[in-house]
């Protein structure tokens, strides 16, 4: 079989039995992330109009990206959902959770083999996994045959892109990279379904996507991590209590919780110590001056400021340079690379006048809530989302009564 064979068979299994509460839990959190408070998309979609299926595609995963509070793949370093949902909604209007779990599948499996390559190499992963997974999730929903399956997956990988040199400019590529992801794994799914063929051999070929982006010629990376054959990874989805990256969840989170525990009083020095590899990825130490809430929202010290300030992180205070005292928190911040802690793990040090706060957390302990725990916590949900309580209520009724993808799609639209 070829890499894209084996790919495409990987995604049609977790299509088959998948962990339909978690689903379910991941697409009402990226629906209401899509419907909360942003402005980043508004430019976006003016240039894609249209009720094309890419198009739609397009500025439903602009909207569900632009706060970056959508889910998230930490062994991938992958926004799963901002891609996958939009592509999957677009295309049908039926249940949309077994095309989800085939192309969350994919997505996952591409990014864990070669996210820590397209990382040192400045490569965004979501930009250039996402359409591939995209491709899989739409080719599903589509009832493509597997042939048709296999071709999507090669025309997809041509459209592998996008850098991260926008967390650290301060610019607006972040925001293209994924909503053009999800456009081209639909559009590829459709062009495979109208008889474009794909290259056998895109992936793992001579000259295929593995050797030119990862120097790995016959994709060998890949197909070890798809014959592992773990459980469905979408319970390693991580989702997002904040508006900024995930790498700067956990450490948000315990500023957030040390904030109220010493009333927010102004500390004397904050340690925050964290995995090298997540202090390594480009936007992680930035330190200002901060042009947009791009760079900001990469900032572990400024995501850390605002948490510890706020017991939350407000959007509006990420659009604007910092000022008062968080200017004063930021300077008292020290990143400290820590060998010993695995990712999404963090320990943080708060010294005062009145003595020290040292507290740890996990955020595989944190980030990944059930359907349960979804449900009973709506509004929390909505308001850390800054999305309106009862559109949060409308959507959770429509998720919950599985419905299909077009009363989805209708659910995102403003009342």
Known sequence: MTLREDLVAAGSMAAQDPPFDLLRARLLGNLLVACGRQDESAPLKTVVPGNGPGAIAFRLAADMHARTQDDFYPPG??????????????????????????????LALVSASYAPIAQQRGLRPTGVFGAIGAAVGAGVALGLTDGQLHDAVSIASAAAAGTNQSWLDGSDEWLIEVAGAARAGVEAALMARAGVRGASGALGGAAGWARAYFDDPEGSRLSTTIAAAEPARIADVAAKPFPVSGIAQTPTWLAAEIGAKLDHRPPRRVEVRMSPAELGYPGSRNRGPFRSRSDSLMSVARCVSLGYLHGRVPYDHLVTAPEGDEVDILERIELVEDAALDELQCIMVVDTTDGTVERRADGRELLYPSWTEVTDSIDVLSARAECDADRGHRLLELVASDAGGAALLDGTEPS
């Open 77 to 106: 370093r992958s926004h799963v959902g901002a891609v996958v949902i939009p592509a999957v909604l677009a295309v049908t209007e039926g249940d949309p959770l077994r095309p989800l779990a085939a192309g969350y599948e994919v």
